[in-house]
């Protein structure tokens, strides 16, 4: 007898091989990006507000989205991105586990949503800027699928936000595609 969850994996992981290869690439560049040197994850625990992100599947139709960090005892991050749907106000709750890369300072995460025993759905989450403040950060996925700005206050300076998009571009990233917050006002 198939047991439920079994059968549920066998189904959603098709699924999710196919939303995992068909986002688009907006980064040219073929080499990875440079990270920051270092993250200090106490300091980047907390809440993030989304700016900014690359369109994509899972964040179709969220409004007022959110990224809460809090470290874990066994030196991992638990994930919470909260968001609005735009059509029914429905909040929307994910959870999970973020573990830091081996020999990157903290500035490469694996970021994984999908039940632990699924082996292989983790996504890359590098911190490619970060205010020296903590304040806000431009982090993403290597391979230019995917792009967020986030900032500890909903409305974030024009000159952070500048400076921000200034180095997602110079690492190879199109800015373009972008889609800020319907709080950030460009």
């Excluded at 939303?19 to 690439?25: K, W």
């Excluded at 409305?155 to 917050?181: H, M, N, S, W």
Aim: proline content about 7%.
């Amino acid at each position: 007898m198939i047991r439920p969850f079994a059968l549920a994996a066998a189904i959603a992981l098709p699924a999710l091989i196919t939303a995992c290869t068909t986002q688009p690439d907006y980064r040219s560049e073929t080499t990875e990006p440079p990270t920051v040197d270092r993250v200090d994850l106490t300091r980047y625990a907390g809440l993030w507000h989304e700016i900014a992100r690359y369109p994509n599947s899972f964040e179709e139709g969220c409004t007022q989205t959110t990224a809460e960090y809090t470290l874990r005892e066994d030196d991992k991050v638990s994930v919470v991105n909260t968001c609005v749907l735009e059509d029914s106000g429905k909040v929307n709750r994910a959870e999970g586990v973020a573990t830091p890369v081996e020999g990157s300072n903290n500035s490469k995460l694996k970021v994984k949503f999908a039940p632990q025993w699924v082996p292989f759905a983790s996504g890359d989450y590098w911190v490619l800027h970060l205010e020296p403040d903590y304040s806000a950060a431009l982090v993403g996925s290597p391979d230019g699928k995917y792009l967020w700005i986030l900032a500890r206050e909903e409305q974030p300076g024009d000159a952070v936000i500048g400076r921000i998009l200034e180095k997602a571009e110079a690492l190879g990233y199109q800015t373009e595609p972008l889609k800020f917050a319907q709080q950030v006002t460009r």
